[in-house]
């Protein structure tokens, strides 16, 4: 965490589980076609966004894609464009960080700067930026980026990043010169509000991306299959950013909820999600997954039949909020949530679940 931020950012708020909802800008989730599935639209995402707002979620995260998969007409292939969504988003919206999803390939850090600070006014001191490098080759190959590798891509985003913090920081014009930008006369105006700069994320899982975020970043991504599997990632990650950089970061993990009003009614829209899984979507979405083991590629596959991905939290109400402890007590400050159907999903959550997180002294509001 940047120390001298100005702390009333959202995402720093006094919650000990940090609240936030992920990628209802596009039809990424259909990966059941169960008809109950988030149907996205520009209506449904104010929707969604209103019902975060008005119960404290601190964060409200899209997703960038330019290249869906299967086919063009696949849902995949539908996505709100992040920096427009996220601007009219931030004016319907009062209370929770507005962020906006970018590849460092597709967007020169020079614009990025200007837009990200024109958001943070819109939002008065709101936004947030999260920082991709890109892993779907046939994304990067459409946009007919040089090939660099994985690794590469990471030492790019050092550069992209470093300018874009000196023009949010930086009065006097300057020039820079790396391996991949050679920028002269470096100026942008106004600066953000958030001082030094807005908060910034990153969801990297490699070592690269560790290192990344350790250097950069306020927000790290952990994977979530276990509680072992959390408290293990999050110790390491944390200890990672203090010994090399002396930061302090946060933690969270994406988790897709499935909530019943029983335990068996959890179970059974699971299993028809699984049972009108779009398999040709998963088969082709995994294909595009490199460096993963077959066992995590199993685990996925079966995430994905139930339409989410992350820690699967599933159960009744009750079971839920148990679920969320123990990925507190395991050491995340956050959870980043999805639905199969994210408007219904929230509304049942807010009125079930959150009075249990803070009965259990994880929320305050
Ligand atoms: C919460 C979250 C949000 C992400 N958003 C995007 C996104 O919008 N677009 C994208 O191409 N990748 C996205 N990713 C993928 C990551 O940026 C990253 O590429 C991936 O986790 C692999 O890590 P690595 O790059 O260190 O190998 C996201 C991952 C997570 C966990």
């Given at each position: 965490m940047k120390q001298d931020?100005?702390?009333?950012?959202?995402?720093?708020?006094?919650?000990?589980?940090?609240?936030?909802?992920?990628?209802?800008?596009?039809?990424?989730?259909?990966?059941?076609?169960?008809?109950?599935?988030?149907?996205?639209?520009?209506?449904?995402?104010?929707?969604?966004?209103?019902?975060?707002?008005?119960?404290?979620?601190?964060?409200?995260?899209?997703?960038?894609r330019y290249r869906g998969f299967v086919r063009a007409s696949h849902p995949s292939a539908f996505a709100f464009d992040n920096f427009t969504w996220t601007s009219a988003i931030a004016a319907q919206t009062h209370q929770s960080c507005v962020m906006s999803t970018c590849h460092v390939m597709n967007f020169h850090p020079i614009l990025v700067a200007k837009t990200a600070a024109t958001l943070d006014h819109i939002s008065r001191g709101r936004f947030a930026l999260n920082i991709v490098c890109g892993w779907y080759d046939k994304e990067n190959e459409m946009f007919g980026h040089p090939d660099l590798d994985h690794d590469e891509r990471y030492a790019y985003a050092d550069e992209w990043v470093t300018i874009m913090k000196r023009l949010w920081t930086e009065e006097e014009e300057f020039d820079f010169e790396g391996k991949y930008f050679k920028v002269t006369g470096a100026m942008s105006q106004p600066k953000p509000l958030q001082k030094p700069y807005p908060v910034l994320m990153n969801a990297g899982g490699s070592p690269q991306g560790r290192a990344f975020v350790a250097k950069h970043c306020d927000i790290a991504f952990v994977r979530s299959d276990s509680f072992e599997m959390v408290n293990g990632e999050t110790t390491a990650y944390r200890q990672l950013a203090r010994d090399q950089h002396g930061r302090e970061i946060q933690v969270w993990a994406t988790c897709a909820c499935i909530l019943g009003d029983t335990e068996a009614d959890a179970e059974a829209f699971a299993a028809r999600c699984r049972e009108h899984a779009d398999s040709e979507f998963i088969n082709y979405y995994l294909s595009q997954r490199r460096n993963m083991t077959p066992e995590a590629l199993a685990a996925l596959r079966d995430k994905y039949a139930m339409g989410g991905s992350g820690y699967i939290l599933k159960g009744n109400k009750n079971q839920v909020a148990d679920q969320i402890l123990k990925l507190s007590q395991a050491g995340l400050d956050g959870i980043l949530l999805t639905w199969v159907d994210f408007q219904n999903g929230i509304r049942r959550f807010n009125r079930d679940v959150i009075p249990l997180l803070k009965e259990a002294g994880l929320r305050q509001n």
């Open positions: 931020s100005i702390r009333q950012h959202p995402v720093f708020s006094e919650n000990k589980l940090k609240l936030g909802v992920f990628a209802f800008n596009g039809g990424n989730n259909a990966r059941t076609l169960i008809p109950e599935r988030y149907k996205f639209s520009w209506d449904n995402s104010v929707d969604v966004a209103t019902q975060a707002d008005l119960s404290g979620f601190e964060a409200i995260v899209p997703y960038a």
